[in-house]
């Protein structure tokens, strides 16, 4: 708790210094957001504060409120908060893996990240975005099991659907 709050107090110094020194502000925003990030992944994975479903939803709120507060303090922030999105479901896990819910959350995660690339023009976190999907993807396959037929439903459809609107998402940002 205190690590989040020091996070959200780094955050409003963040704000405090943005008339006087840019970059200042811009590493305190950034630090702060790293710092919410810990807190949140300390109190699932280490902790146990909090539930996994509660750390999914707290992660995705995290990740959209430190978009916004890279649109004000820069690329920097934008980048530890993409990452910290893709990196989540890795850090926060689950007992029942669900295809849908973490195609969902990570298609979540890129449009947010393309829809500011698009507004601000900082198209190297693109490169992140495409190496975030990549990865999922091939983590996902790897984790299959060999037996996938005989264990379940076979979710590939859930992938595609997420590589198509992934590919439709940077064409939308493109153009």
């Known amino acids: 708790i205190l690590a989040a709050l020091f996070g959200f107090a780094l955050i409003g110094g963040a704000e405090k210094m943005k008339p006087r020194d840019e970059r200042v502000a811009q590493a305190l925003a950034a630090a702060g957001i790293a710092a919410v990030y810990g807190a949140l992944f300390s109190a699932v994975a280490l902790y146990g504060m909090i539930s ?75 490169w992140g975005v495409l190496a975030g999907g990549a990865l999922w993807t091939c983590a996902w396959m790897i984790m299959l099991p060999s037996d996938h037929v005989a264990a379940g439903p076979f979710e590939l459809h859930w992938v595609g659907a997420f590589l198509v609107a992934v590919a439709g998402l940077f064409v939308w940002a493109a153009w």
């Open 52 to 126: 996994k479903v509660a750390a999914g939803g707290g992660a995705m709120a995290l990740t959209a409120f430190a978009i916004g507060v890279s649109l004000r303090h820069g690329i920097l922030v934008a980048a530890l908060a993409f990452v910290g999105g893709f990196a989540s479901p890795a850090i926060i896990g689950s007992e029942t893996p669900n295809t849908p819910v973490l195609f969902g959350y990570l298609l979540a995660i890129a449009a947010g990240t393309l829809a500011v690339i698009r507004h601000r023009g900082w198209w190297s976190l693109g």
